[in-house]
């Protein structure tokens, strides 16, 4: 009877637990779903982190066989499973510890999260900008595939007055066969570690010869091991060093390639090296060997100081004048001079030797009488022309207003204490600029330089500035971008001046690295999403996880609600 009476006491008692509020199916059932929420930010959050760092190194995600049996699944699952590992909380709630339909792990949720970061970087850089000055800077090269990408750059003074966007440099492509050859010549040699090898014995072999027979000198330095280094796209400093080594190691890599020619493994090497060979002996190659060794000889001091990530425009202004000038040189006194180094090179080398004054045959139509010499040809249709090019693109580039921008940019410099100041050009500078300086604006300009000078001057913070760019970042670190706000507005105008890309030439590196030979499939709205976070890798250790996780869940429908 006691037992009966404990039984129904206990049964109420319980059903009174029920029906209180603390105990209800509803508030267990959302107690629940709190659970799987907080579960589900833990496992959304894991892979976000996963992904930053990926981004952050440019490395791929996914590994070519991502099944159960695999021993790598990619550096997206791997880096999850170590960070698992390292954190047991993380552990209990990823991978194999969920249902495979909610482990966020598929290829679909990483590409959307990184679009979530790619959506993120460019909004943070826009709301940098604040609707200041920006300059806008577009290119395009060839990926590791081939295929032609674009790059759309944009160049502005931030809040701390650093630079963000700098210069440009551009291509020249009017010999494009010659260029061709040295491509198909660099896959041949350098495709084979045993071809590499025996391109640098022989190369020791014959520096050893001369330097024994006093035809190569000694010293630090010098005679060092040498290499075909494959250009990059957009660097034509890189082609510069490779036509340097391809003509100093020249005899070597006839060697070589008649080495390939007779015991190559595969016909259609053994046809390359063959092609090459009969090419490499035309006075044509001779020829536009010298020549762009000449043309980028002369531009290659200009084009370094223009890629320089921190803005050295003020050494590039006298580089430009003194590169016009040799190209000049060399176009109008040069050409008698050029043709000797040609005849030089191929009696040493045993290549084709023409005679100036013989009739050219043209190579496509050889029957069909041309009615000029050789050197007619040589020297006006090729000499002239390549250099021509460039000293039209040069002038185009820095004609008489753009040279005077420059020389009266070289007022703003800081360097030794602002000794190149000179207030009239830089009044003149902001003419330049009429929708940004009114002439109220201009006349107030002319009283702020003075008082800039003397406030700048008698600043020692500002004593030892080499720069355009820490000129701007002091001025925003001791505020005097508020004191003199007319100069702060000349100087960021010049800052975001469109003189050359070499910023955009570091996106085109970017993207080698990102887009690799095992990773040539990747998508292009991936690789635009990688390409930004990878670029502005600064900006994207920015992005906040709450901020990537709100962006992802309104993206789609998700399975959990946040």
């Given at each position: 009877?006691?037992?009966?009476?404990?039984?129904?006491?206990?049964?109420?008692?319980?059903?009174?637990?029920?029906?209180?509020?603390?105990?209800?199916?509803?508030?267990?059932?959302?107690?629940?779903?709190?659970?799987?929420?907080?579960?589900?930010?833990?496992?959304?959050?894991?892979?976000?982190?996963?992904?930053?760092?990926?981004?952050?190194?440019?490395?791929?995600?996914?590994?070519?066989?991502?099944?159960?049996?695999?021993?790598?699944?990619?550096?997206?699952?791997?880096?999850?499973?170590?960070?698992?590992?390292?954190?047991?909380?993380v552990s209990k709630v990823v991978l194999n510890n969920v249902p495979k339909n909610n482990q966020m792990t598929p290829p679909p949720i990483q590409k959307d999260i990184v679009h979530c970061f790619a959506e993120e970087v460019p909004r943070s850089l826009i709301h940098e900008m604040d609707n200041d000055f920006f300059g806008l800077l577009v290119d395009e090269s060839a990926d590791v595939s081939d295929k032609e990408q674009m790059a759309v750059v944009l160049r502005f003074v931030d809040k701390f007055g650093l630079l963000v966007v700098v210069a440009v440099a551009k291509k020249h492509c009017e010999i494009g066969e010659f260029f061709e050859m040295v491509h198909v010549l660099l896959n041949v040699v350098g495709a084979s570690c045993k071809r590499k090898k025996v391109l640098l014995e022989n190369n020791r072999k014959r520096i050893e010869k001369g330097i024994d027979s006093g035809e190569i000198k000694t010293g630090t330095g010098l005679n060092q091991d040498l290499s075909l280094t494959r250009p990059g796209y957009t660097r034509w400093g890189s082609h510069y060093k490779t036509l340097l080594r391809l003509a100093e190691m020249f005899p070597c890599i006839i060697e070589v390639l008649e080495l390939i020619q007779i015991e190559g493994t595969y016909s259609t090497k053994r046809q390359q090296a063959y092609g090459l060979l009969k090419y490499f002996h035309t006075f044509d190659f001779v020829f536009y060997l010298q020549l762009m060794l000449a043309v980028l000889g002369l531009t290659n001091s200009l084009?370094?100081?223009?890629?320089?990530?921190?803005?050295?425009?003020?050494?590039?202004?006298?580089?430009?004048?003194?590169?016009?000038?040799?190209?000049?040189?060399?176009?109008?006194?040069?050409?008698?001079?050029?043709?000797?180094?040609?005849?030089?090179?191929?009696?040493?080398?045993?290549?084709?030797?023409?005679?100036?004054?013989?009739?050219?045959?043209?190579?496509?139509?050889?029957?069909?009488?041309?009615?000029?010499?050789?050197?007619?040809?040589?020297?006006?249709?090729?000499f002239y022309s390549v250099l021509d090019m460039q000293l039209v693109e040069f002038n185009d580039r820095f004609d008489e207003v753009n040279s005077e921008l420059l020389v009266s940019m070289a007022s703003l410099s800081p360097i030794d204490s602002f000794h190149q100041f000179d207030k009239s050009k830089l009044v003149r500078l902001a003419e330049f600029y009429p929708d940004d300086f009114s002439l109220l604006e201009l006349r107030s300009l002319d009283h702020q330089l003075d008082i800039y000078l003397d406030n700048v001057q008698r600043d020692e913070r500002f004593s030892k500035l080499e720069s355009l760019g820490d000129l701007a970042r002091v001025m925003v670190e001791t505020r005097k971008h508020f004191s003199h706000p007319l100069v702060y507005r000349l100087l960021k105008l010049c800052l975001i001046l469109l003189v050359a890309t070499a910023t955009v030439e570091r996106c085109f590196s970017s993207m080698n690295i990102v887009k690799t030979a095992s990773r040539n499939s990747i998508g292009d709205a991936f690789l635009s999403d990688c390409l930004v976070c990878f670029i502005e890798k600064q900006v994207l250790e920015t992005v906040k996880n709450e901020v990537v996780i709100k962006r992802f869940q309104d993206m789609h429908e998700r399975r959990v609600h946040l």
């Open positions: 009877m006691g037992d009966h009476t404990s039984f129904h006491s206990n049964a109420k008692s319980k059903g009174d637990d029920l029906m209180r509020q603390g105990q209800s199916i509803k508030h267990a059932l959302n107690k629940q779903t709190d659970v799987v929420k907080n579960e589900y930010r833990i496992r959304l959050s894991a892979s976000i982190d996963v992904c930053r760092h990926l981004l952050h190194q440019g490395l791929s995600f996914r590994a070519h066989y991502e099944k159960e049996d695999s021993t790598n699944k990619g550096n997206f699952i791997e880096l999850l499973k170590y960070t698992a590992s390292q954190n047991e909380v084009s370094k100081a223009l890629q320089k990530k921190d803005q050295e425009i003020l050494n590039a202004i006298s580089l430009v004048e003194s590169t016009k000038r040799q190209l000049n040189k060399l176009r109008n006194d040069g050409c008698d001079d050029f043709v000797a180094q040609i005849c030089s090179f191929g009696e040493k080398n045993n290549t084709e030797v023409l005679t100036m004054e013989e009739e050219f045959v043209d190579s496509i139509r050889p029957r069909k009488k041309s009615g000029k010499t050789n050197l007619r040809h040589y020297k006006i249709d090729c």
